[in-house]
């Protein structure tokens, strides 16, 4: 029989654009410390698994998960590098629950863009070494042709795509983490300046520093630790095509890959109706419309109209994005995934503040790794 698994803990540090005055190893340990407490463990001792979920390429340094067991009380434990996003080390810490041999598993993911003095970069190494990177293409043209791409096959406008911005830097103004509140106008958006075209650079998501811890346990230990377990109903990830000429462009394949396999598991045939709460990519604001699409969330095309007519709004039928997303908290990088959790875990407790969304029972958080890839994870939650 297949175990229950559940959140029991979960904590933050950062959240702000700049942190010199701390290491990310300080901001791994803050939010640990955090986690540990609201789930009353000692990682010493109760915990059987550490997954760190980084990017080597980030980090400066090759094997990153060698610096993470101080900060995490991890020495001489168990410890494992996941390459993605912060769902995909959430996926692998309900496996290891699941085969029996763990019990309590802690998942870290953590950023420090600030760090990085050529972030894009940084990036272009992860595109092809032989077609792509020899062509000098900054990665953000890539969201640029998606964009477009979307936009000409759905039938929905840059004023659209204007709309998510402008909802979710307002939605940021409830959300006190956030460093990217606003009170914008569609034609704020569609003046900024341009970035790679259609994309303005009030589209584009702006990088915090900023770590996130998540305790994992299976059921009877979770039953044990809390009396508000937020049990993972359904857990999925997938991978389009690397390669530019062969992936969908118009459509996020991996979401709506990661998206079944995780309602498949949760025994969830109508999410549109289901689901009470979702946090999903805004990387770049169109990627929030092609989420919701490829999630089943609503019918293709139909994104930008829903967002325009307040249907995700706080107040609206199916609120998208109540955090603010990354458009009005801060992309985190690889933590980005594990920030969507936060949010879902606040709302399905009623520790959302200002922005708690009445009612919820059940939640979505999905996660993409990000430019260049085609590849993102999907998680259900439920109180």
Not at 8 to 21: C, K, N, S
Not at 34 to 50: H, K, L, M, Q
Not at 70 to 92: E, N, R, W, Y
Request: hydrophobic share 45%.
């Amino acid at each position: 029989m297949k175990r229950e698994v559940a959140i029991v803990g979960i904590g933050y540090a950062g959240f702000r654009p700049l942190t010199p005055d701390l290491s990310y190893k300080e901001l791994v340990f803050e939010a640990a410390t955090r986690a540990y407490a609201e789930a009353g463990i000692n990682p010493r001792t109760d915990v059987d698994s550490f997954i760190s979920v980084a990017e080597d390429l980030h980090e400066g340094t090759s094997i990153t998960d060698e610096y993470v067991p101080d900060q995490l009380g991890a020495v001489q434990k168990p410890v494992q590098t996941v390459a993605g996003d912060g769902i995909h080390g959430l996926a692998m810490a309900y496996m290891q629950i699941c085969t029996g041999q763990f019990d309590i598993v802690v998942v870290e993911s953590h950023a420090k863009a600030s760090n990085i003095l050529h972030l894009g970069h940084v990036t272009a190494m992860a595109m092809d070494p032989v077609y792509t990177r020899p062509l000098g293409v900054h990665p953000l043209a890539l969201a640029g042709m998606e964009m477009r791409r979307y936009l000409d096959e759905s039938g929905l406008t840059h004023e659209h795509c204007a709309q998510v911005v402008v909802k979710n830097r307002a939605h940021a103004l409830s959300n006190p983490l956030a460093s990217y509140p606003a009170v914008l106008e569609v034609e704020d958006v569609l003046n900024a300046p341009p970035v790679a075209e259609p994309l303005t650079q009030l589209e584009v998501s702006q990088h915090v520093d900023g770590a996130i811890v998540v305790v994992m346990a299976a059921g009877d230990v979770a039953r044990a630790l809390t009396d508000m377990p937020i049990w993972v109903l359904g857990i999925g990830f997938a991978n389009d095509a690397f390669a530019l000429d062969s992936r969908s462009w118009a459509q996020a394949e991996y979401a709506r890959l990661a998206g079944q396999m995780a309602y498949r598991m949760a025994g969830i045939r109508n999410p549109r109706a289901t689901i009470d709460v979702a946090e999903i990519d805004d990387t770049f604001a169109y990627k929030e419309l092609q989420h919701m699409e490829a999630l089943g969330l609503c019918a293709p095309g139909e994104a930008g109209y829903l967002v325009a007519e307040g249907y995700t709004s706080l107040e609206g039928e199916l609120p998208v994005n109540p955090s603010g997303g990354s458009l009005g908290v801060g992309h985190l990088l690889d933590a980005s995934g594990l920030a969507r959790v936060l949010e879902i875990v606040w709302q399905l407790r009623g520790d959302a503040g200002q922005r708690q969304i009445p009612d919820v029972e059940v939640g979505l958080a999905f996660g993409w790794r990000g430019l260049p890839t085609t590849s993102g994870a999907a998680i259900i939650l439920a109180n």
